[in-house]
Nanobody, 121 residues
Framework: QVQLVESGGGLVQAGGSLRLSCAASGSIFMIDVMGWYRQAPGKQRELVATITSGGSTHYADSVKGRFTISRDGAKNTVYLQMNSLKPEDTAVYYC???????????????WGQGTQVTVSS
């Protein structure tokens, strides 16, 4: 069983910062891409940022220059440092990983349970 557990969400004022963490645990053979997505009320889930096993990153235009994604391969953990937060960043943030649970299995998508980020104006 693979689990992705997020932490670090909360309530912050506009202009503030938060750091999200997501740790993958369980039967893990190899992880390729890890990332963060978010879903605001009444909206579709959208990509925030991703990072590959090689360290290549990709950001949504709306967060470029404000958010930084990083990864600790030894700990199977991905982080999202969020600075200069805006009310429109309010959403449930979900961790994602593309991984193989064993050498016998193919690549599969795994999701965390989500963590709420609320930015007040």
């Amino acid at each position: 069983q693979v689990q992705l557990v997020e932490s670090g969400g909360g309530l912050v004022q506009a202009g503030g910062s938060l750091r999200l963490s997501c740790a993958a645990s369980g039967s893990i053979f190899m992880i390729d891409v890890m990332g963060w997505y978010r879903q605001a009320p009444g909206k579709q889930r959208e990509l925030v940022a991703t990072i590959t096993s090689g360290g290549s990153t990709h950001y949504a235009d709306s967060v470029k220059g404000r958010f930084t994604i990083s990864r600790d391969g030894a700990k199977n953990t991905v982080y999202l440092q969020m600075n200069s937060l805006k009310p429109e960043d309010t959403a449930v943030y979900y961790c994602h990983a593309l991984l193989r649970a064993s050498w016998r299995t193919t690549w599969s998508d795994y999701w965390g349970q989500g963590t709420q980020v609320t930015v007040s104006s």
